[in-house]
Antibody, heavy 121, light 111 residues
Framework: EVQLVESGGGLVKPGGSLRLSCAAS????????LTWVRQAPGKGLEWVGR??????????EYAAPVKGRFTISRDASKNTLYLQINSLKTEDTAVYYC????????????WGQGTLVTVSS | QSALTQPASVSGSPGQSITIPCTGT?????????VSWYQQHPGKAPKLMIY???HRPSGISNRFSGSKSGNTASLTISGLQAEDEADYYC???????????FGGGTKLTVL
């Protein structure tokens, strides 16, 4: 079964850090384009960043609002994608979804269940 | 403010058809065919309904269709059913640093 399962969310104080994990199964992890999308409570979807597959250079891209604070990485031996979030702000409060997309159509078609990050003092 | 513009809400009666527009610019919707649509029920993850403007993933009902004209893409749902009541989001590749932009979402109410 094709599946993405996020974990690592929780309550964090402003300025803190958190690492989210996304365990993948059922597809070829190494070459998959994996993306993080977030959704603030009651708000719309926001693209956070993408890790391209090995055959496409393995490059990582970030949305302007998170560049410099967020780091996307992957561990192929564990079939796991990570999102390291530093210097957390209250506006980072959101459900963070891990997604997978084909390497040609920019359309995430596999979505995890999401993990909630709450930034509050 | 979202990069792509969608109406906040639309409604229709069972059996009717509705269309949700998604307006962007020549840097995203108008310049590329990488437009997708997602359905999201409350408390659930989004689900891909349309990709590359008008293609349906396997398992998606042919009641859902997509199109594009200029800088505006559209999702049409025909033969509305109660289960179609959800939030719908469009997305598009963009040449801006963001790479992928979403619309603000449209809440569909089936009357």
């Amino acid at each position: 079964e094709v599946q993405l399962v996020e974990s690592g969310g929780g309550l964090v104080k402003p300025g803190g850090s958190l690492r989210l994990s996304c365990a993948a199964s059922g597809f070829t992890f190494t070459n998959a384009w994996l993306t993080w999308v977030r959704q603030a409570p009651g708000k719309g979807l926001e693209w956070v960043g993408r890790s391209k597959g090995k055959t496409d250079g393995g490059t990582v891209e970030y949305a302007a609002p998170v560049k410099g604070r967020f780091t996307i990485s992957r561990d192929a031996s564990k079939n796991t994608l990570y999102l390291q979030i530093n210097s957390l702000k209250t506006e980072d409060t959101a459900v963070y979804y891990c997604t997978a997309e084909d390497n040609w159509n920019y359309a995430p078609y596999i979505w995890g269940q999401g993990t909630l990050v709450t930034v509050s003092s | 403010q979202s990069a792509l513009t969608q109406p906040a809400s639309v409604s229709g009666s069972p059996g009717q058809s509705i269309t949700i527009p998604c307006t962007g610019t020549s840097s995203d919707v108008g310049g590329y065919n990488y437009v997708s649509w997602y359905q999201q029920h409350p408390g659930k993850a989004p689900k891909l309904m349309i990709y590359v403007v008008s293609h349906r993933p396997s398992g998606i009902s042919n009641r859902f269709s997509g199109s594009k004209s200029g800088n505006t893409a559209s999702l049409t749902i025909s033969g509305l059913q109660a289960e179609d009541e959800a939030d719908y989001y469009c997305s598009s590749f963009t040449t801006s640093s963001t790479s992928l932009v979403f619309g603000g979402g449209t809440k569909l109410t089936v009357l």
